[in-house]
């Protein structure tokens, strides 16, 4: 089993910057596919991005291609998104999660989920 708390999400204005952390606890944090997930009011949970256990292999979604980055230090059991040229669109929880499978493609794949952290864009 592995609990996973996020952090950095915030206020920022369209444009800005941010960067999500997501700190893991319990044994084997390299055996998980991890992912970051969002849900902006009124709409269904996305994935956002996913990567695989080594972190070799990434996935994004297409509204956040060439904007966000997803990477992970296994010797910390962190992942990161690097979130950059937001939009008001990007107003949303935020949500890192954990998969037994290689890389997730599916949130049904997912088994472990953190609290979220709001993320917000003004325009």
């Known amino acids: 089993q592995v609990q996973l708390v996020e952090s950095g999400g915030g206020l920022v204005q369209a444009g800005g910057s941010l960067r999500l952390s997501c700190a893991a606890s319990?044994?084997?944090?390299?055996?998980?596919?991890m992912g970051w997930l969002r849900q902006a009011p009124g709409k269904e949970r996305e994935i956002v991005a996913a990567?695989?256990?080594?972190?070799?292999?990434?996935d994004y979604a297409d509204s956040v291609k060439g904007r966000f980055t997803i990477s992970r230090d296994n010797a910390k059991k962190t992942v990161y998104l690097q979130m950059n040229s937001l939009k008001p669109e990007d107003t949303a929880v935020y949500y890192c999660?954990?998969?037994?499978?290689?890389?997730?493609?599916?949130?049904?794949?997912?088994?472990?989920w953190g609290q979220g952290t709001q993320v917000t864009v003004s325009s």
């Open positions: 999660a954990a998969a037994m499978v290689y890389r997730p493609t599916k949130l049904d794949e997912y088994d472990y």
């Open positions: 319990g044994r084997f944090f390299s055996s998980y596919g």
């Open positions: 990567i695989s256990r080594s972190g070799g292999s990434t």
